[in-house]
């Protein structure tokens, strides 16, 4: 039963944590499109600001870790299920 309790813990965290990192992608690319309507050539790609660059590079970290803290969140749960199964063969 404790490894059960350990698995829930486990996925409802790293739920949390993707909630958090999906609201931080979505947030850097609303700042990204506001952005590149205020900058001169922003649109074509010619022209850029440290703030856009800072929202790009946010985007860039927040989808990595958002699809790393996902690939984490559905796969320990499924190898600790065939884990659990293995064991229960015996």
């Given at each position: 039963m404790p490894?059960?309790?350990?698995?829930?813990?486990w996925i409802v965290g790293s739920g949390l944590?993707?909630?958090v990192l999906a609201g931080v992608l979505?947030?850097?690319?609303?700042?990204?499109?506001?952005?590149v309507d205020q900058v001169p050539g922003g649109d074509d790609g010619l022209a850029s600001t440290p703030a856009l660059d800072?929202?790009?590079?946010?985007?860039?970290?927040?989808l990595v870790a958002l699809v790393v803290v996902a690939a984490?969140?559905?796969?320990?749960?499924?190898?600790?299920r065939r884990i659990r199964r293995r064991s229960s063969f015996r």
């Open positions: 490894r059960r309790k350990a698995l829930v813990v944590i993707a909630l979505v947030s850097a690319a609303i700042t990204a499109t506001i952005l800072g929202a790009y590079s946010t985007m860039t970290w927040s984490l969140g559905v796969s320990v749960p499924l190898v600790a």
